[in-house]
């Protein structure tokens, strides 16, 4: 991969040319251009300095390293690092079960679902070796992508064997196509994992979908602890697959629960996505009403947020004061974070129209607490 450095070596500023920071590009400096060449976000003509020697560069690193394919609307590959903290990783690898035919296995499948923060999912796609039409009527009214055979052709193809030689495979293939540009290892890569045993399934297709499948295709598993896999697997693959620069948050605001009341308890936390649905699980478990004060914090957790001065005792209350749906609060009692027990002296000040508690630094403890505080 072409690193910003070896493309700003090329231009004027630091060859100390005319030319130099011209601004002709759009940007101020070389180096912000190159930055943005690098990233595939400008053209290489925007640059009137660029000598052939970097357009050649240019057009070599913008080959196509591993080609995406499209099965109904579901995009497969097309990756383009080696590692996520260098970009992002674009395609999340679906799953695809293999079926003999149609019937009772089909249905469990369909039944399948899983539900993590907040969001509900189910299989992607069923593999099915010769459908006949009617199966795939079948199969795409329920929902899910279909693959035969005759698909096969378009994927590298890597059976599972131990994790190390599975992953040694899927390694060199990725290493071909991302950083060789190799075009015989360019296709999306398919790993088929025949594994029953739920622990070592659990594991293979934990490894695979870390290092570095396009597709999972499974065998259709027999043994009961099936869905308990998919789980761990889905929720593995959300978290590889989330963009490292854009944490997963919600939607800063007022969330109420179990029809609360004039005298339910207010709690405090930030819009980071896993926080927000740990505390919103435990309030939602209660039998008394509870509102739950999302601050904007970046998508950033409690310590996070705090150690940043992305959650302040000035935004915290800013936050509050600004809600309506709290004015009809007669007990007024404001339940922050453990974590934020430095910040209760400060809240205090900015509203003292409110008791300031410090609660729990653990989700799980919150009933204890409003236990506590209701008795």
């Not at 497969?76 to 996520?84: D, K, L, N, P, Q």
């Not at 199966?135 to 890597?158: C, H, P, Q, W, Y």
């Not at 809240?347 to 409003?370: F, H, R």
Request: with cysteine; proline share 4%; net charge negative.
């Amino acid at each position: 991969m072409l690193k910003v450095m070896d493309i700003f070596k090329c231009l004027p500023a630091a060859q100390k040319k005319e030319g130099a920071n011209c601004g002709v590009c759009g940007f101020s400096t070389c180096m912000m251009f190159a930055t943005k060449l690098q990233k595939k976000e400008v053209d290489i003509e925007k640059c009137p300095h660029a000598s052939c020697e970097l357009k050649e560069k240019i057009k070599e690193a913008n080959r196509v390293q591993q080609l995406e394919i499209t099965f109904d609307g579901l995009k497969i590959g097309g990756e383009t690092v080696m590692f996520r903290h260098e970009k992002t990783f674009i395609n999340p690898c679906p799953f695809f079960v293999k079926l003999d035919r149609l019937g009772e296995d089909f249905e469990r499948v369909k039944a399948l679902e899983i539900e993590y923060i907040g969001n509900k999912y189910k299989i992607d796609g069923i593999y099915l070796e010769n459908p006949t039409d009617e199966e795939r009527k079948i199969v795409a009214e329920a929902g899910f992508v279909l693959m035969s055979a005759s698909d096969m052709t378009l994927f590298n193809l890597v059976s599972e064997g131990a994790i190390s030689e599975m992953v040694k495979k899927l390694t060199f293939i990725r290493e071909k196509a991302i950083l060789e540009c190799d075009i015989n290892y360019s296709a999306p890569v398919l790993v088929h994992l025949k594994e029953q045993e739920p622990f070592a399934l659990c594991a293979k297709g934990s490894a695979a979908i870390c290092k570095y499948a396009s597709v999972l295709l499974f065998d259709y598993p027999r043994d009961s602890s099936w869905e308990a896999v998919f789980s761990a697997l889905i929720a593995l693959r959300l978290n590889i697959y989330t963009d490292p620069e854009k944490p997963l948050q919600v939607e800063s605001k007022v969330y109420e629960f179990n029809s609360p009341d004039e005298r339910a308890l207010v709690f405090l936390t930030t819009n980071f996505a896993l926080t927000y649905f740990a505390v919103a699980n435990e309030l939602s478990s209660l039998k008394a009403g509870s509102y739950l004060v999302v601050t904007p914090s970046e998508g950033m957790s409690v310590l996070t947020a705090w150690s940043a001065e992305k959650i302040t005792a000035e935004i915290a209350s800013r936050v509050v004061s600004s809600s309506h749906i709290l004015d009809k609060i007669k007990n007024k009692r404001l339940v922050i974070p453990g974590l934020l027990g430095d910040l209760k002296d400060d809240l205090q000040a900015s509203l003292s129209d409110w008791e300031i508690i410090v609660g729990t630094s653990e989700a799980y403890k919150i009933p204890d607490l409003v236990k506590n505080l209701t008795t």
